[in-house]
């Protein structure tokens, strides 16, 4: 029996009919970009997260940026947010003509840790423009005390949402907190697509108005450009695709967060390993469930021996890889914790009777 980390084609067999039904309907009617599918994706996930305005677009990657060019940040600019996040943060910052700077993370979340941001705006508060709270693993930053920050000193806050469709703080979805949020719809996602795709959120209609523009060409009018834009359309294929699975997406989270604590359970006595933490009123949803193992790298060996599959998110700190190196940045913990985690076999169709094996294997390698 092999037990893989994550399964995007589970997700798919367990609404095939489903989801194949949605595709033929596109495929028959002829319209394959920017139709009905997109449009009603588009409100349903709006709905979904209590906001008025929804903006697909072609990747989480391209949400951030189409964020970042509206409100009008650019060339030199900088933007603050984490190293321990997938590089797309980071390269949506630069595509609009930004500058990243990292702040360090709590050690217990592995989010952005708000002291450490307010420490960096006391330092450069002219420079900074903007920052982008990133949810990770499922789990909410501490947004409350970063909203407050940012609003304190006068800066943009802007929520990556990647890994974290339908987390929340005190019965409050993340994507509600800053100015706007990015969503990525990648097959791995809470809410993944079967190829790339992304979508912003917000409240302001002058925000969605600017995006929805410059993720066509900046038109307003077809084929006439009011501003500079880029060309970064979700397809009728992934939107019908994606209003499928929408429907389950609270019951697959709940799926999740039901696996989650049987590995709590399991793992709970083991002193070599730090369990996910949740802090008072957040909801976790578990895009990955990330523990902290000592001997980390054995521990992945010993695993994949045993045909269970694990990974590393992320191997390496966006400000020690070679094409980030300019950005250097004193990150204690970020760096502490990087060669400590280790992502478990976690989605909604993975059985629990599996989850059980990960556990008890793990507790044979500690033993």
Not at 185 to 191: A, G, I, M, S, V
Not at 215 to 241: H, K, V
Request: aromatic fraction near 8%; include cysteine.
């Amino acid at each position: 029996m092999i037990i893989p980390q994550c399964s995007p084609v589970s997700g798919y067999q367990a609404r095939k009919e489903e989801i194949d039904r949605a595709i033929a309907q596109v495929l028959n009617s002829g319209w394959y970009i920017l139709g009905n599918e997109v449009d009603s994706f588009e409100q349903e996930f709006a709905a979904w997260n209590n906001v008025c305005h929804c903006i697909s677009c072609g990747s989480g990657t391209d949400a951030l940026e189409l964020i970042l060019r509206a409100c009008g940040i650019g060339e030199g600019e900088l933007v603050i947010t984490v190293a321990n996040t997938a590089v797309a943060t980071v390269a949506a910052i630069e595509r609009a003509g930004a500058l990243p700077v990292f702040v360090d993370i709590d050690p217990e979340t592995f989010t952005m840790c708000p002291v450490a941001l307010e420490k960096l705006l006391v330092q450069n508060n002219k420079k900074i423009k903007a920052v982008i709270a990133v949810h990770l693993f499922g789990h909410p930053a501490t947004i409350n005390e970063i909203s407050i920050i940012t609003e304190k000193y006068g800066k943009i806050l802007i929520e990556d949402c990647a890994q974290a469709h339908g987390a929340a703080v005190d019965e409050k979805k993340v994507g509600t907190f800053g100015i706007a949020a990015g969503f990525s719809f990648y097959p791995t996602k809470n809410l993944g697509a079967l190829g790339d795709g992304g979508a912003v959120i917000t409240g302001s209609l002058e925000l969605a108005e600017k995006m929805r523009a410059i993720r066509q060409y900046g038109w307003e009018q077809r084929y006439i450009s009011s501003c500079a834009g880029i060309n970064s359309r979700l397809d009728e294929i992934q939107a019908a695709i994606l209003r499928v699975k929408l429907r389950y997406l609270d019951e697959d989270n709940h799926k999740r967060i039901r696996l989650a604590q049987i590995y709590d359970s399991e793992l709970s006595s083991l002193s070599s390993i730090k369990l996910p933490k949740k802090y008072s009123g957040s909801n976790h949803v578990y895009h990955q469930y990330v523990i902290l193992a000592e001997n980390r790298d054995r521990l992945r060996k010993f695993l994949n021996a045993e045909n269970i599959g694990t990974a590393v998110h992320y191997p390496i700190p966006i400000h020690k890889q070679p094409a980030y190196l300019q950005y250097a940045a004193e990150l204690p913990v970020t760096e502490e914790v990087n060669g400590k985690l280790l992502s478990l076999p976690i989605f909604p169709e993975l059985d629990e009777s599996a989850v059980r094996l990960v556990g008890g294997a793990i507790k044979k390698f500690y033993s």
